[in-house]
């Protein structure tokens, strides 16, 4: 090509001068000197980067540019749009490959708007008029220079053969080249890429810009010090800083968190860029301000504070340099700011004061702009915006537009005074939109900025040009429109504020109206914009208002309108507002194939063709248009809650994609009245956006004129159509206007039809805004206002239009009009229009003769069908207002809404009218296009007159047509093109198929609630309705298709009775999930490039439409609600979602602004369905519901594989860990080692699409894999009755017993590993997990979701112990150090917050880890005090945190705020509660619980530092928290109170507090009373004061306490409640002992203490217990769970101390009733007693606690009580101890030593008779409760016990037969001996002379084992030692007894026989005797010694004698034995 890029178009057009009209030689040759250099460019990727980038620029600008496509290609802008999409495809496929590295396509890219670009730019805007007198218009568009109006050539000829003409240029060249440009850097790029790399992309970038932005001053002038010379890189021009600029913002908010790091190096650059002299590099800087404040809300306060101080010296610098420059003698010309200078290249030295001045002008600006932008976006972000920078932003509004009064300044420099001005306005804009909670302390400022300015720009008073005036009024009023959309309730609240605006848009509306002072400025094309843009903010604001608030302006108001509208129209304005209006019920009709589609939406979706429509057919905004409307958008859409049209069939997707304008939105009561309607938001071009505005005021206004009045302005709709159709007939063919489109560039669709567009909505807007019955204005009944019938007449004439909008909008027309007027016009107009549908529908319209063209008819009968299916809709849409306006008024029907029941539309006769196009036998009379209309308004007339309930005879037969008509249209109308029928209509068929396979899915759709009823004629319906959904799908992969495919397939899960499996179907109808599961999951595969072919990649998949993706996400949702059983596809869809999610989370962009900055999108394309943030939140959310369905089994080993599935999956996403390339999969080794690597590579198999694309993923995915985990092991944790889950011993048990099973080959349910097998990978993964950062920034969401990982690692692994080691550590033990890393990282979150870019997630983490180390220490995991006082450092409160102070203070000490006005206001008191919460739990675990002593002297050493100050801010944050948890729980009318002691606004406190007060109140409140009653025992004389305070904040405690306990308690529901009841519970009972037990000024009164132990007794003991005051005591209540009794023991045993306490306390207070007392304790003893409840383990604690308390209340009982209590107690407590012989030792260890406690009280001081007592002595002996017969014995006189028992005893020792009688009786005699033989010595006699030959005998027996039994050996040492000790006895009173000396002798010589028996059976240790026999014990041997030793030394002489009397060979063994014990056992030598 000899084009080249630097040359300008003149030399092009020069050399080719002479064959300018040889078009075809020109396209030869350049298609030759093309495909020439695409073959050199064809060698490397970077050559065909750089040679398709060269050609775009070559090819020129859209008014320039030729064909590059053939023939048939349309030249202008679509070839520069056309080569950036060739662009972006290469790319994306060479991403797929994967052999190029896209980020170095990055500067080649950037070349596409470069030095080349730039020339021609500028270029143009010399040609098109560049030099304009506004030189000080300081807010016209520099990028481009040129005006937005397009100046088209006025002929042919002039177009193409005029060499001069090539010098036109278009203002669009700039902005749809930065477009184009930012399009390919973004989709072709970044969206490809891993987060690493868009994270090298984001900083090549902000090189780029540094290297091209000059550095700044801190008062906004230049940096003269520093130089672009400075800093090395690429040096880019405006149009590069804006493209880079675009992605920045894109990347900012993609990468998130993970772009921490670089805010440093960008926060520099972006200031220097809002001080650029281009102004579109000023609005992309302030916008990537806006998107890091979405991203990192404490990074744009933070440059919201900086900016805003800046503001004074800027503005002071700015005055100087005026009074300077006007003072200079040879003052420099007056230049427009932005326009290209000498000596404004930021690379010249010399900088004029000129120069610096419009320096200072761009800073201010551009501060200004993002500032506002800020403000914006604050109310969004996380943390919101501290009060104190919004008080300072009006602070600086007001000194900015008080500059407008500054006479010196306005008489020197007036453009900079209007700079000022706007600036000021541009803050204040931003700040409305905050809200009304923001702005009402700055309302009167506000009013008086505005009145002030608008009386400065009056006639005679304004000292400025009006030129300058315009440039304020713009901007004021765009404040005032913000003011009336974001705070429409201050109208109301502020007096006179509705006085005062109306009177200032009097004031204004003249000067901007026609004739006004104003009206020069249209001379200029920038003051023509402003000017537009003015009227259309007046409009605005008056569209705003309420109804009949302005009834003097009204006349003029409309008048003004309607010329508007005339005006724009001639000059081929088109507005945007019809697509608004029409209901979007009916926007699938517009449906075209891609091959056929010529304007924006109608193929749907944000896909590659309707982008590329969008570009070629939108009008450019430029940058001043864009800040006009910045504020005037509302970023963040609200949700409606109203649809169009009627249910939308139940459907939830439907619903969200129709939700639009409320009519019922009403801001105020005012706007109530009428048919008030919320304004759209303003389109970005000025004239449209005065057009769309001037319509809706029209409409609201039409009614309040005279009948009149209403005509003309028809007359004025009509003259001005006809007036258009002239011109359609000359230009048929519209060929002038083809080729002027292709010199122009813009492409205008052949459908676009501007008078007829303007006309329809006009008339449309009226019809909707008048009231329900509309008068009829003096006409005669039955004819209706003349306005109607002319109205009507146009319509039916804008029916035929080649336009889908246009019909539409007639047909919702005519139906308003059939439906709209008093009953008798309705009827008479109704049949007017219903006969002349008929007209139309045979080819003729009223008043025009009769159609010929087979096309018209076709579009005439398309709209005569939809208007019928509309009047039907209208009519029910207004009956439905009617009903509720009467519900809302309690009133019944009016006649008059009976008599439009009576006269509704005729159904029948529609329908009758319909079908003749849904016939099937003729194709001939009639189009597909017809069919789909008819088809489509059929479906419509169902669903608004069908009921949901039962159909009657006639309803089936309506629905059995529709069920004909859906399948006739899907077997016959549907088909190929190859029938005689099809041929010539080819073109239609192909055009029409996406709108006939909607309409048929949306039929079907509307059917399926009626499908049951008609199950009886035929129960296959579902069934192939399902089947003909699956052929469509699979057939047609049209947006519009798939999103109505989505919506059938939800519907029908819902209705899952209805399809059933169907042989004659050609797909599988089981159930509607399996049906529906391939279409879903392929609509959400992400877009791969056709690059080759891979049996892994499915490149079938289009670039997914986000309303089609958003649509199969809700779709799962609903299939997986309705299904259960999906085990098969659960898993694998779960992985095709979160490949979704991480796809989109790499796509994530900007949204605030369009992806077309620089464009005005038509409304047609713009929906609220597609929100990227919404699907993500709606995908996680997906993701929860699939993980729940698919854990939700009943079978334990299918959810424990479920769970372990899971579980390693997301712990692959978390590590990366994937397979290696060509790792195939390992054949299964049946062994434990092969299960776990089985399932480990299935877990890298699944992650490796997602580890493919993007390794490391995405922390957005790391985060969602954590929570997976943390949420598969919680389920775990759920599976108690498995042990093989978490036990190492078990689990390899488990898998030993699978392997061995038969058939047990597959790796599955049946056949796979345990979490414990992997438990190394898991904690490792949670650790990294914990300490996640990317880039070298932290990520504290992903942290967060680690440490809750963790966390729940913890308290599963946390009580196993490690098998390898067997002494008893945890097997967790060996990760201690990774672990107590990962937490102590997150609690010094304080410190990263300081360290690192501020984001919220550092609370949260905080907060995480104070979580995670309570778990540590709750479960022992952590106790070396020098570790635990590490962690504990950061969680100390010091006494600056939580100073002392008293309640009801006026200081502010308690109020949790942030340190400065930077920081989260609403999430950084996080830090303190967090440290609070975690203090009071760990301080009231150790006082309910039992903990490591050494972890407990620890914690209470950190924790007792400020423990007062602690106490009192912990009481204040419980007060709160107490209050926040009731409004909660209100069911109705609760609000949550708005200021509490801890925060002043509810407002700025996150929900986060929110939550962690309401969940830790009790806690909080408990530990408080702890700390203050332990205070204040220790408090000393000198702190009374501090006393004092401490009890005041304990009697406002006392009460929260008690409520906070009767609600737990009636929460309380044994094995239903949740835990966090019991343990509130059990915390609040434990706060009451100590104000109870302890020595306080809090007393309760005596009737609410009675309360209370009711409560705790009847609620938590008796409930337990199974007691009530009901039973009969009849039946055994039945025992709760061993789960129950553990998760309720803290509570127990509070409950039971608690009435341990009060009985304790009863003599010192005597406060309680003792019958009360006497009634909780002794109930479940009579109920134990009288076996009502039986012993069981779960209840030892309240029984051994009613037993203790039962021994302090009988010694409270009278005498004439006591002694049947005393009786009583003594039965139950020996019933007790007889019972507990059969049952386990647990129970007895509780129980047995309460009831010998109560036995001991009750015979230590008894009232009965010593006969009584013997009774019971003896009763013990017989029945072996051998300690309660000891404590008898030794508690009564000195042997009344055992003398009466004595019998019984001798009978327990001398029953040889019996010997499990022995050992207790032996023990229980020698304890009583012991016991009562010192105080009665003659008591052994007695004793000794009863049983004393028994005692030998079992001695003998025992020791030379005689009598052999079950436990026998067990015993056998003991009783001997008993019995030798009982002898022992004995023989010491005998020698101390006068006058037993021979009885001593007689005794020891019998003793002493048996005891050598049992030294030569026994033998002795050492084998020093030789005379052991079998079952010797040399323990008995040694014993029988000893006692010889001891007879020897306590008396030698009784020895001898004994000794003497003795054989030889018995002396020979005793001898022996003596020396042997006394030699300690030694062998002989």
């Not at 992806?1155 to 929906?1167: A, D, G, H, I, Y």
Request: proline share 4%; with cysteine.
């Amino acid at each position: 090509s000899r084009r080249s890029a630097d040359v300008d178009h003149e030399a092009v057009m020069t050399s080719n001068n002479n064959n300018n009209l040889d078009l075809a030689s020109k396209f030869k040759a350049l298609r030759g000197a093309t495909a020439t250099a695409a073959t050199m460019a064809s060698f490397s990727v970077p050559s065909a980067i750089a040679f398709l980038v060269t050609q775009f620029v070559k090819c020129g600008g859209e008014a320039t540019s030729n064909k590059c496509g053939g023939t048939y290609s349309i030249g202008g802008r679509a070839s520069r749009i056309g080569y950036a999409d060739a662009l972006t495809e290469y790319l994306r496929l060479q991403s797929s490959r994967g052999e190029f590295q896209l980020v170095e396509a990055l500067n080649p890219v950037i070349e596409m708007v470069g030095a080349s670009f730039e020339k021609q730019v500028q270029q143009g805007e010399r040609a098109s008029g560049g030099g304009r007198d506004d030189a000080a218009d300081f807010y016209a568009p520099s990028s481009p220079r040129s005006s937005p109006e397009k100046r088209p050539p006025p002929s042919i000829s002039t177009a193409f053969l005029s060499a001069r003409a090539s010098k036109t240029g278009s203002s669009a060249d700039s902005s749809i080249g930065r477009l184009l440009a930012s399009n390919v850097v973004r989709k072709g790029i970044t969206e490809n890429v891993s987060e690493s790399i868009q994270l090298t992309i984001l900083r090549d970038l902000a090189t780029m810009c540094r290297s091209s932005v000059g550095h700044t001053t801190p008062d906004g002038g230049t940096d003269a010090r520093r130089s672009l010379g400075d800093d090395k890189g690429k040096s880019m021009n405006r149009h590069q800083l804006q493209v880079a600029l675009i992605e920045i913002s894109h990347i900012v908010v993609a990468v998130g968190e993970a772009g921490a790091s670089s805010l440093e190096d960008l926060h520099p650059i972006l200031q220097d860029c809002l001080s650029h002299p281009d102004h579109g590099v000023r609005h992309e800087a302030a916008a990537v301000y806006a998107a890091i404040a979405q991203a990192f809300p404490s990074e744009g306060r933070k440059f919201a504070i900086e900016s805003l101080s800046g503001f004074s010296a800027n503005l002071d610098a700015i005055s100087s340099l005026s009074f300077k420059i006007a003072s200079t003698p040879t003052p420099a010309p007056r230049k427009r700011f932005g326009r290209p200078r000498t000596n404004t290249n930021e690379n010249s030295s010399i900088i004029t004061p000129a120069d610096e001045l419009l320096r200072h002008q761009a800073t201010l600006h551009g501060n200004a702009l993002a500032v506002s932008m800020l403000m914006h976006e604050f109310p969004h972000c996380h943390g919101g915006v501290a009060t104190a920078i919004v008080s300072k932003t009006f602070e600086v509004a007001a000194k900015l537009l008080h500059c407008q009064f500054d006479e010196k300044l306005t008489s020197v420099n007036p453009t900079a005074a209007c700079t000022c001005v706007r600036a000021g306005y541009c803050l204040l804009s931003g700040a409305l939109t905050m809200g009304i909670d923001a702005i009402i302390p700055h309302v009167s400022t506000i009013f008086s900025c505005w009145q002030g300015s608008s009386m400065a720009v009056l006639p005679g008073v304004s000292k400025l040009s009006s030129s300058h005036d315009l440039m304020c009024v713009e901007a004021m009023l765009s404040s005032v429109v913000c003011f009336l959309k974001f705070c429409p309730t201050l109208l109301l609240a502020v007096p006179d504020a509705l006085t005062r605006l109306t009177a200032i848009l009097e004031k204004i509306f003249p000067l901007i109206s026609s004739g006004g002072k104003f009206e020069s400025e249209k001379n200029t094309a920038v003051g023509k914009s402003r000017l537009s843009s003015a009227r259309a903010s007046v409009m605005e604001a008056y569209s705003w208002l309420p109804p009949g608030s302005f009834p003097m302006s009204a006349d003029r108001i409309f008048s003004f309108a309607v010329s508007q509208i005339q005006e724009l129209t001639e000059n081929d304005v088109l507005c945007s507002i019809l697509d608004a209006l029409v209901s979007k019920e009916d926007k699938l009709i517009d449906a075209h194939s891609f091959e056929r589609a010529v304007s924006p939406g109608q193929i749907g979706g944000s896909v590659a063709l309707d982008n590329n429509i969008s570009l070629r057919s939108s009008d450019v905004v430029h940058h001043n248009e864009r800040e006009a409307i910045l504020h005037l958008l509302a970023w963040r859409k609200k949700l409606r809650s109203r649809m169009q049209g009627d249910d939308c069939s139940r459907s939830p997707i439907l619903g969200a994609y129709l939700r639009d304008g409320n009519d019922k939105c009403s801001p105020t009561p005012l706007h109530e009245v009428g048919r008030w309607r919320e304004p759209l938001d303003p389109i970005g071009t000025s004239k449209v956006r005065l057009l769309d505005c001037c319509i809706h005021v029209f409409a609201a206004t039409f009614g309040l004129q005279d009948g009149q009045t209403q005509a003309e302005a028809l007359q004025m709709l009509e003259f001005m159509y006809n007036a258009a159709q002239p011109e359609k007939t000359t230009n048929r063919f519209n060929v002038s206007s083809s080729l002027i489109a292709e010199s122009q560039g813009k492409l205008k669709s052949p459908e676009e039809d501007v008078p007829s567009t303007n006309l329809t909505a006009a008339v449309l807007a009226c019809l909707q805004a008048l009231p329900l019955y509309e008068a009829t204005h003096d006409t005669l009944i039955g004819v209706g206002p003349p306005w109607m019938v002319r109205a009507t007449d146009l319509l039916l004439r804008l029916l035929p239009t080649p336009s889908d909008i246009i019909r539409r909008g007639a047909a919702e027309g005519l139906a308003l009009l059939a439906t709209l007027g008093v009953s008798e016009d309705a009827n008479t107009l109704q049949s007017t229009i219903l006969h002349s549908l008929d007209e139309v529908m045979t080819g003729s319209i009223p008043g025009n003769s009769k159609m010929q063209e087979t096309e018209i008819l076709s579009y005439a009968r398309a709209g005569s069908l939809l208007t019928l299916a509309c009047i039907q809709r209208a009519a029910m849409r207004m009956t439905r207002t009617e009903n509720e306006r009467a519900e809302s008024r309690s009133v019944v029907s009016s006649p008059r809404s009976r008599a439009r029941e009576n006269n509704s539309p005729p159904v029948m006769i529609m329908m009758t009218r319909l079908l003749p196009s849904l016939a099937t036998q003729n194709f001939d009379g009639d189009s597909l296009l017809s069919r789909a209309y008819a088809l489509h308004s059929f479906g419509i007339l169902i669903s608004n007159s069908l009921s949901k309930g039962e159909l009657s005879s006639s309803q089936l037969q309506i629905a059995w047509k529709a069920v004909e008509a859906v399948e006739t249209s899907f077997l016959s109308a549907w088909s190929a093109v190859t029938s005689d029928i099809s041929k010539g209509r080819e073109r239609e068929k192909f055009a029409a198929e996406p709108t006939i396979l909607g309409v048929i899915l949306r039929v079907m759709t509307t059917l399926l609630p009626w499908l049951e009823s008609l199950q009886n004629l035929d129960k296959w319906i579902a069934s192939r309705f399902a089947s003909y959904a699956s052929t469509i799908l699979e057939h047609c992969s049209h947006p519009v298709v798939c999103f109505e495919g989505c919506v059938f397939f939800e519907r029908l899960s819902e209705h899952r009775g209805l399809i059933e499996p169907s042989c004659c179907c050609v797909v599988n109808t089981d159930n509607a999930a399996t049906v529906a599961m391939p279409f879903l999951l392929f609509a959400l595969k992400t877009p791969i490039a056709k690059v080759i072919a891979d049996e892994d990649v499915d490149f079938s998949g289009c670039h997914g439409p986000i309303d089609v993706q958003r649509s199969a996400v809700m779709c799962l949702k609903g299939v997986f609600t309705s299904e259960k059983n999906l085990n098969d596809l659960t898993f694998d869809a779960g992985k095709t979602v979160l490949e979704f999610l991480h796809d989109r989370c790499g796509r994530r962009r900007f949204e605030h602004f369009s992806e077309f900055r620089s464009l005005s999108l038509p409304r047609s394309v713009v929906n609220d369905f597609e929100d990227c943030q919404l699907i993500e939140a709606e995908t996680i959310a997906l993701v929860q519901m699939i993980l729940a369905v698919q854990l939700g089994g009943e079978d334990l080993d299918e959810n424990t594989y479920r769970c372990l599935q899971w579980w390693l999956w997301s712990v692959s996403l978390i590590s990366g860990d994937s397979l290696k390339p060509g790792q195939d999969e390992p054949e299964i080794e049946m062994s434990i080692a092969g299960l776990i690597e089985r399932s480990s590579f299935i877990a890298r198999s699944s992650a490796s699409p997602i580890v493919k694309v993007s390794n490391p993923p995405r922390w957005q995915l790391k985060c969602v894999a954590a929570n997976i985990a943390s949420l598969t092991m919680a389920s775990l944790l759920e599976m108690k009755e498995n042990p093989s889950i978490f036990n190492y011993q078990s689990a390899r048990a488990r898998c030993t017993e699978m392997l061995q099973k038969e058939g047990n080959e597959v790796y599955g349910v049946s056949l796979h590993s345990f979490p414990v097998l992997h438990l190394e990978e898991l904690v490792t993964t949670a650790c990294i997990a914990s300490a996640a950062t990317s880039n070298n920034s932290e990520l504290p969401s992903v942290q967060v979701s680690g440490l809750r990982f963790l966390i729940t690692v913890l308290k599963a692994f946390g009580e196993e112990l490690d098998a390898s080691t067997n002494d008893g550590t945890s097997v967790l033990e060996q990760y201690s150090s990774q672990i107590i890393s990962a937490v102590r990282h997150a609690l010094n979150a304080e410190s990263l917050l300081e360290e690192s870019v501020a984001t919220s997630g550092f609370h949260r983490l905080f907060a995480a880890g104070c979580d995670a180390l309570f778990v540590m220490i709750n479960g022992g995991f952590v106790s070396e005090p020098v570790v635990l006082r590490r962690l504990l450092q950061p969680l100390l409160l010091t006494s600056e945190d939580v100073p002392f102070t008293a309640f009801g203070g006026k200081d502010e000490k308690l109020l949790m705020k942030s340190n400065h006005v930077t920081d989260d206001s609403r999430s950084f008191p996080l830090f303190r509660l967090s440290k609070l919460c975690f203090a009071a739990r760990v301080s009231m675990m150790i006082e309910v619980g039992d903990m490591n002593q050494s972890a407990v002297s620890v914690i209470n050493g950190e924790l007792e530092k400020e423990v007062v100050g602690r106490a009192v801010h912990s009481a204040a944050a419980a007060m709160d928290g107490f209050l926040l948890s009731k409004a909660h729980k209100k069911q109705s009318g609760g609000e949550l109170p708005s200021t509490g002691l801890t925060f002043a606004n509810l407002s700025d406190v996150d929900e986060l507090i929110v939550d962690e007060l309401v969940e830790n109140w009790p806690v909080l409140a408990t530990s408080s009373v702890v700390s203050l009653v332990k205070a204040i025992n220790d408090a000393s004389e000198e702190r009374c004061a501090q006393r004092e305070t401490m009890e005041l904040w304990l009697s406002k405690l006392l009460p929260i306490i008690l409520i906070g306990l009767r609600e737990a308690l009636s929460e309380f529901k044994p094995g239903q409640s949740k835990s966090s009841a019991s343990e509130a519970a059990a915390l609040f009972i434990c706060a009451l002992r100590l104000l109870v037990g302890n020595n306080t000024s809090m007393e309760l009164c005596s009737d609410e203490l009675g309360n209370i132990i009711s409560m705790v007794t009847d609620s938590v003991l008796f409930q337990l217990l199974g007691l009530s005051d009901s039973d009969s005591g009849g039946t055994h209540p039945l025992i709760l769970p061993q789960s129950v009794f553990e998760d309720c023991t803290i509570l127990m045993q509070q409950a039971c101390g608690f009435i341990e306490d009060l009985c304790n306390n009863h003599s010192d207070t005597a406060v309680t009733d003792l019958a009360l007392l006497s009634h909780s304790v002794m109930k479940p003893l009579v109920a134990l007693q009288e076996k009502q409840i039986k012993l069981h383990t779960n209840y030892s604690i309240i029984l051994s606690s009613c037993i203790r308390s039962s021994v302090i209340l009988l010694r409270c009982q009278r005498e004439g009580d006591r002694m049947q209590l005393e009786k009583a107690l003594v039965q139950l407590s020996l019933s007790t101890l007889k019972d507990m012989s059969d049952h386990p030792s647990e129970l007895s260890k509780e129980l047995k030593e309460p009831c010998l406690s109560l036995l001991r009280s009750c015979s230590s001081d008894t009232s009965l008779q010593a006969g009584e007592w013997g009774e019971i002595a003896t009763y013990s002996v017989s029945n072996e409760l051998w300690d309660a017969w000891a404590i008898v014995c030794a508690s009564l006189p000195p042997g009344i016990g055992m003398k009466s028992s004595i019998n019984a005893m001798k009978g327990a020792l001398g029953d040889l037969a019996n010997t499990s009688r022995h050992a207790g009786a032996i023990v229980a005699l020698r304890v009583a001996l012991h016991s009562t033989g010192t105080e009665d010595p003659s008591l052994v006699c007695f004793v000794l002379h009863h049983v004393g030959f028994e005692v030998l005998q079992l001695l003998r027996a025992y020791s030379l084992r005689l009598a052999p039994a079950q436990s026998f050996d067990e015993n056998r040492v003991n009783v001997c030692a008993e019995a030798v000790k009982v002898n022992m006895i004995a023989f010491q009173y005998l020698s101390t007894t006068p006058g037993e000396e021979g009885t001593s002798a007689s005794f020891l010589l019998a003793l002493f026989q048996v005891l050598v028996e049992s030294v030569s059976f026994n033998g002795l240790p050492g084998n020093l005797l030789d005379t052991r026999s079998n079952g010797a014990d040399e323990n008995i041997g040694r014993m029988c010694a000893q006692v010889f030793v001891h007879v020897v030394r306590s008396n030698p002489l009784v020895f001898k004698s004994t000794i003497s009397a003795m054989a030889a060979e018995s002396r020979t063994i005793l001898e022996n034995a003596v020396r042997a014990d006394m030699s300690g056992y030694a062998a002989p030598k």
